[in-house]
């Protein structure tokens, strides 16, 4: 039995995100806006990057940097990254994967792992180069500050981000959402939907 990957569509069907949400966040990803997703654990962040890569063109490439083995590559243009911790330190793995991003020259970057590279080394050499869906911890409903935090990027680096997608567990239930989308401007997030 093969892996099944969410589409938009099927967001929409369990009511995880709305159709307007996911219209919104189509335009974003085809005007190569940079994108952070983030979330409690298990709040649905890596599902709602893989239904919106359904989005990307099928002659863009995105790569994927990742952790053992995490996401899937469902479709062609998808090249995956798969980082894993290793006895190397961290700033030579980062380095690797930074070379292998601009070997692939993608249209998108997911960094959708905190843990086995440095993502703010990876934003600092490649931001201007490349689209970035980037996923992150978010405990609190300081959004920023949680997400400086968890990513260890410092406030002009957040500045640089067009969206943040704020998901939701309902731990009752157990049902994921979309629950906000900010715009980024002038430091401040401003609530779109």
Do not use: C
């Not at 990742?66 to 469902?74: I, L, Q, V």
């Amino acid at each position: 039995m093969g892996v099944y990957v969410f589409t938009p569509d099927d967001l929409v069907r369990y009511g995880s995100a709305r159709p307007d949400q996911l219209e919104l966040l189509r335009e974003k990803i085809l005007g190569r806006k940079d994108i952070l997703i983030v979330g409690t654990s298990r709040s649905g962040k890596t599902k709602l990057v893989e239904a919106l890569l359904h989005y990307v063109p099928e002659d863009w490439k995105v790569a994927v940097v990742t952790a053992y083995g995490e996401f899937k590559p469902f479709r062609e243009n998808i090249e995956i990254i798969d980082t894993r911790f290793d006895r190397r330190p961290l700033k030579v793995r980062t380095e690797e994967v930074i070379e292998r991003l601009k070997s692939v020259e993608p249209d998108y970057v997911v960094v959708d792992t905190l843990h086995t590279v440095d993502v703010p080394m990876i934003l600092k050499e490649l931001i201007d180069r490349y689209a970035f869906i980037v996923t992150s911890l978010a405990m609190t409903e300081d959004v920023k500050d949680e997400v400086m935090h968890w990513l260890r990027i410092d406030e002009e680096t957040f500045n640089r981000f067009d969206v943040v997608v704020v998901t939701k567990r309902d731990f009752r239930t157990g049902r994921r959402t979309v629950d906000k989308i900010y715009a980024v401007k002038d430091g401040e997030l401003v609530r779109i939907i």
